[in-house]
């Protein structure tokens, strides 16, 4: 009887030993899990200020190592958005290009993106690449507050690219 007692004993007390460690390990596991996933969003948050605040270095130094940590589809077009906003600002026309282009066309601001990609072709000269975004844009988006603003930039484009016919067509469009 007593070594059945004592052999009870020790087997509960392992069990219940085995349940407190799996407990524990599984509740360190979620806590870490939780703390990455709330650091992440925190570290968004503090890009987001940032960006407000004009500091675009400092943003993109904490945006572009998340991105890989970035699971939702939405919450990763708009890094890619803000990153690539963020690389524009500070001139650097290829990084944000290569940003840009990774959103996907049903992200919100998509008209947007194609309008900066335009821009960011024309400030670095490539004028045939600026005029097929900036066509793009136009042909999207005929109602847009950026229409007349981006008919001008494509006749400049035009113009540097020496399709001086081109040019004048529109031109003559924004003068009526």
Known sequence: MK??????????????TYKVTVNTAF?????????????????????LKLVEQGEYQRAAEILEPLLPNIQDATSRKRTLYVLGNSLRRQNKWDKAIEYYQQVSEDYILWDYVKLHIAESYQAQNDYQNAIVWYERFLSDHSNHPKYSPAQYQLAICYTKAENYE?????????IE
Do not use: M, N, P
């Open 3 to 16: 070594k059945t007692s004592c052999l009870l004993i020790i087997i509960l007390s392992f069990l219940l």
């Open 27 to 47: 509740s360190k596991t979620s806590r870490e899990v939780g703390t990455k996933t709330k650091s992440t969003k925190v570290q968004l948050k503090e890009a």
């Open 166 to 174: 081109a040019a004048l067509k529109i031109y003559s469009q924004l």
